[in-house]
DNA sequence: CGCAAATTTGAACGTAGTCAACAAGTGTGG
DNA sequence: CCACACTTGTTGACTACGTTCAAATTTGCG
């Protein structure tokens, strides 16, 4: 998995020799993380953040009556823990959904590299500007739409991120989340997840079969989740010249 | 309101004189914006980020059937749709809630202020952060918490907002949003907001006069809305040195 | 194989939405 | 300066979407 970061920015720019040395140097020390293994937990003190090389992972946070929100998932070549660049302690809780593999890497080596390589700089800053515009459509459909859109969403959602992380991905994929799982993301309750899944399936936009899942009408699906490709209509011309 | 975008980062760090003399520059060529005035439209293409140094405004994405979610309101020193550091076209809508000045920050004063100040990247990418969780804090409380609690929050969080522009900001302020635009920000009805707002007046934990508002009970709203502060906890020690 | 976790279904309930009517402001033009 | 139109706020009655609770069934893991 080395080079999976350089990787993943490569989608988006040309990355040069130097840069990718640099970024290489990020993903040194890689250390594995069980199914459902906590690597920050919500309000206690950390000091790195993390790059995801395998597996998948996902943040949320807890509330005081004890119910629970997922804010993200996380793939291969997504950075985790960017809290810490702004908190001493994590408002998040970040676990292992499956075997994962996360690479730390030190605050020091950040602001190395803000000095050192602006445009990478950039680049970060701008991808954390698309996951903020991602978590605002999140909003929107929490707030605004109907379960059926929701779960949806959710799923193409899922798709999406896959593929960003390995480009065969097709129509058919292991979802890795219980119902509860997709409740907590979507805020539903897991026995209404289950309803909406079923009349997904018998209105014949998804089929599954064990934790496969099939997207059987992807415009009839894009059409009731209101889902938006965030990674389309990316422009990052604006971003200094690489040193 | 020079210096406007200098002294908000100096809440945070101490701006050197050369790094005012560079954050003073971006302010230069101030724009009003009369009440209802959009800055931005979703979808249109956009080229320059906006500084708000005086008014309030907010930002917004529509769905398909019409109904809307605002994303967050913003007050003086505030950064504007910096989601053109990541798309040709605005995923949102920038609109003038009250009577507002703005400054246009062209993409290309960003891409230079990356190179010459890694300090100030760090930190407007800190700041992008905070957003980021708070952003995160709002899913949680439209998709895990009751009406009461999202409309106590929505006051909290206002008020909250008003007074990093302001610190005079006491307990009673003029929140400068119809029910409706409250029930957007929420994810509830205009009525529904309503009516969670006379309960709130009724158990003691607010007040109401015209459109001014007096926060009685904090403890109280603090506990029903599940309210974090998140401009508490901050720690901006991995920042660069300032050059 | 046996047990625990996850899924599925039904029934009753409740929170928030919808619809409708009215009251109270607010601003505008005659 | 008032009259009128329009927006905003308030309330009630009814509805519906999603929750809660409970029990049965399936799945998958040790």
Known sequence: MPGCFADRLGDFIEVTQRERTALDRLEERPRSLKRGAALVRENDAHSELFLLTDGMMMSSVLLRDGSRQILRFYYPGDLLGQ???????????????????????DKAAMSELFCDHPRLAGLITAMTEIERVTLGDRLAEVGRSSAHARVAALLLGIR????????????????????????????????????????????????????????????????????????????????????
Chains 1, 2 share one sequence.
């Open 83 to 105: 809290t810490v660049l702004a908190y001493r302690e994590s408002p998040e809780t970040i676990v292992a959904q499956a075997e994962s593999v996360v690479c730390p890497i």
């Open 160 to 243: 999406q991120r896959m593929r960003g992380a390995d480009r065969d991905i097709g129509d058919s994929f292991a979802v890795g989340l219980t119902q509860e799982e997709m409740g907590d993301a979507t805020g539903l309750t897991a026995v209404h997840v289950n309803r909406m899944l079923r009349t997904l399936q018998r209105d014949g936009l998804i089929a599954r079969d064990g934790n496969r899942l099939t997207i059987l009408d992807e415009a009839a699906m894009i059409r009731t989740a209101n889902f938006v490709d965030r990674l389309d209509g990316i422009d990052l011309s604006w971003l200094p010249a690489a040193r």
